[in-house]
Structures are given as structure tokens and as C-alpha cells.
């Protein structure tokens, strides 16, 4: 019998306390892991539901992961912030067509609390395209030596999963110096065919908004990618599209030999007003065009000339973006 007791003690260390009138429970939080969504070749999307603090301020929250059951906090993590109910995550960085074990956590001045543990296994790597964190797959294309999107960037979150922010009015659209995306006109069916225009204080953001393993091209790789489908006088032609679906008249030189399906997606000023739709593309690179300036490079392609154009715009214009393979 004493044997059963001493077991008992020891199995029960951590969970209890002693003091004069008998042991306390430690009062850790109560924390369950929610569904797995968003599963791509390299991250998925969970969360959890703290559904109370046991009396003590839940001070971190998040979810855990590895490649093997069980994780804990040591291994990697989310910081979703504290206090009680629910919230999401993204796991971001991990491998492809691998088993990886993940729990909610929540943790107050007394412990850490686990969730329920759950599974799943990420997307073999796809060879044809990318997804993006939202979901949006893209298809791809290899010119030279470099792998380009044949779309362009229609992600709402930076890889970290922070929101970019919208619905800027006119006026704050104007004023803003962080990273900000518009559609053209507001029209969903723009967004659709076009994708989003961003200022370029999101194409540089920190955060970042490419694809994992992807990234906004530097000039220098705009440069190249201009020089392998002919050059600037006509690699505009080379990577138009073809035909006036959604080119307006004349599209000049158009033939898409490139397979790039560059689209003029028009662009919104950086007074706020949006202009040019179907008249011309125009494309952010990451390279500013001097340091401390309000400008940075960027790629134009007209509907009136075969020509591909290094230009300058204000950083709070609404451009188009392509990504890049690292």
C-alpha cells in the first residue's frame, strides 16, 4: 500500500502543490488545438481555443510543431499574443511530403498547457506551380535561368500571417508608408483576372509577401529576365499576351513567346486614383531607385509598344507583382 501512495505522489508531481490545509491544483490554463486548414507543400494553417485562464492571465499563446509526436514549446512555435479565445496560426518554413505533429499551447504565470495533439502531412512539391499563403496556386515558368510566377500576386497576408492592409481611402492611400494592396476599381472580378495591386512598401515588407521560397525580383533580375527573351526594344512583344482579351488595341509587337502572360493590370496612382487598365502593366522591383528616396524601380509594358521600359515610380503607387524563384 505504501508503495501505491509513493507512486501516486510521484506521478502527480507538477500538477499539485503543497500547503498547510493540503494540496492546491496549479492553476494552468485549459487549451484545445483546432482544425488543420491550408495544407500547402511548406505550411499549413491551425490555432487554438483557450477557454480559460484557471484564474491567471494567459501571458502566451500559440501553436507548437514537429516531425515528431508530441511537440512542445521548445521545438517550433507560434506567439499569438494572450488572454483567453480563440486564434489562428501559420506554420510556415516546413518540408515537403512530411508527417508533422502539432498542439495548441497557452501559458500563464503557473505553466504551459497543452491541447489535443493533431497530424498532417504537407503537399509533395510541385514542379508546375506555387501556392501562395492564402491558398492561390500560380502557375510557373522557367525562363533561362531563372523560375518566374505566370501570374500575378493575389495574397491578402504576409507569410507570417498579418493581414495587408485594404479599403485604403484616397486619401490615406496617399499618405500611407506601409505596405497597403488595392483591386482595381474594387471589382472582384479584377482581383480575379488581374490580381492586386500593391504599394511598394509591401513589396519590400519585412514579413514578406512572396511565396516561401519565392521573392520580389531586383532590377538586376528583371534585367536578365528582359535580356533573355530579346531585350528592351522588343521583349515587351515576348512577354505581353497575345491576342486583346485584355490588352486594348494596338498591343503592339504581342506574341507571349516567352509563355510570361504579362497582363496590363493598369495601376492606382499614388494620389489614389486608379488608371490604365488594359493600357499598360506595370511591375514593382525590390530595388530602390536611390537610397532616401520616395521612388523605386519598376518594369512598364505598354499596349502601343513592343519595348519592355525600366522606370521609377512613387512608392505609393499600386503596381502589379511577379515573384521569383530564390
Known amino acids: 500500500m ?15 502543490s503543497c500547503s498547510p490545509s493540503g494540496p492546491d491544483v496549479i492553476a494552468i490554463p485549459v487549451v484545445y488545438t483546432t482544425a488543420i486548414i491550408g495544407i500547402t507543400s511548406n505550411t499549413a494553417q491551425a ?19 514537429s516531425r515528431r509526436p508530441v511537440p512542445f514549446t521548445r521545438d517550433s512555435k507560434t506567439n499569438d499574443g494572450s488572454g483567453t479565445g480563440n486564434y489562428g496560426s501559420t506554420m510556415t518554413d516546413l518540408l515537403p511530403n512530411t508527417t508533422y505533429y502539432i498542439r495548441a499551447y497557452a501559458t500563464n504565470s503557473e505553466g504551459t498547457a497543452y491541447g489535443n495533439e493533431l497530424s498532417f502531412v ?6 508546375t506551380t506555387v501556392t501562395d499563403i492564402d491558398g ?9 535561368s531563372q523560375t518566374w510566377m505566370k501570374e500575378n500576386l493575389k495574397t491578402t497576408r ?25 483591386v482595381y476599381n474594387n471589382d472582384p472580378a479584377n482581383d480575379d483576372r488581374y490580381g492586386k495591386l500593391y504599394n511598394w512598401y509591401a513589396a519590400i515588407d ?66 489614389g486614383t486608379y488608371a490604365s487598365l488594359g493600357d499598360y502593366g506595370y511591375w514593382w522591383t525590390s530595388t530602390e531607385y536611390l537610397p532616401g528616396s520616395s521612388d523605386a ?29 530564390d
Open 2 to 16: 505504501k508503495k501505491l501512495i509513493l507512486v501516486a505522489m510521484i506521478l502527480n508531481v507538477g500538477l499539485y
Open 47 to 65: 490555432g487554438g481555443i483557450v477557454t480559460s485562464d484557471a484564474g491567471n492571465v494567459v501571458l502566451a499563446k500559440g501553436i507548437c510543431w
Open 122 to 127: 504537407t503537399e509533395s512539391k510541385s514542379e
Open 136 to 144: 492561390n496556386v500560380y502557375n510557373i515558368v522557367t525562363i533561362g
Open 158 to 182: 504576409y507569410n507570417n500571417g498579418d493581414d495587408i492592409t485594404t479599403g485604403l481611402n484616397e486619401d490615406l492611400w496617399r499618405n500611407t508608408t506601409s505596405g497597403a494592396y488595392s
Open 206 to 271: 519585412p514579413r514578406k509577401i512572396a511565396p516561401q521560397g519565392w521573392h520580389v525580383p531586383t532590377l538586376e533580375e528583371w534585367k536578365a529576365l528582359i535580356q533573355a527573351v530579346g531585350d528592351y526594344p522588343l521583349a515587351g512583344g515576348a512577354l505581353k499576351e497575345s491576342g486583346f482579351s485584355h490588352w486594348h488595341v494596338p498591343n503592339a509587337g504581342a506574341t507571349n513567346s516567352s509563355d510570361f502572360i504579362a497582363l496590363p493590370a493598369g495601376s492606382r496612382l499614388d494620389n
Open 297 to 325: 524601380e519598376a518594369i512598364l509594358l505598354l499596349n502601343r509598344s513592343p519595348e519592355a521600359l525600366q522606370v521609377t515610380g512613387k512608392m505609393q503607387n499600386g503596381s502589379s507583382i511577379r515573384c521569383v524563384k
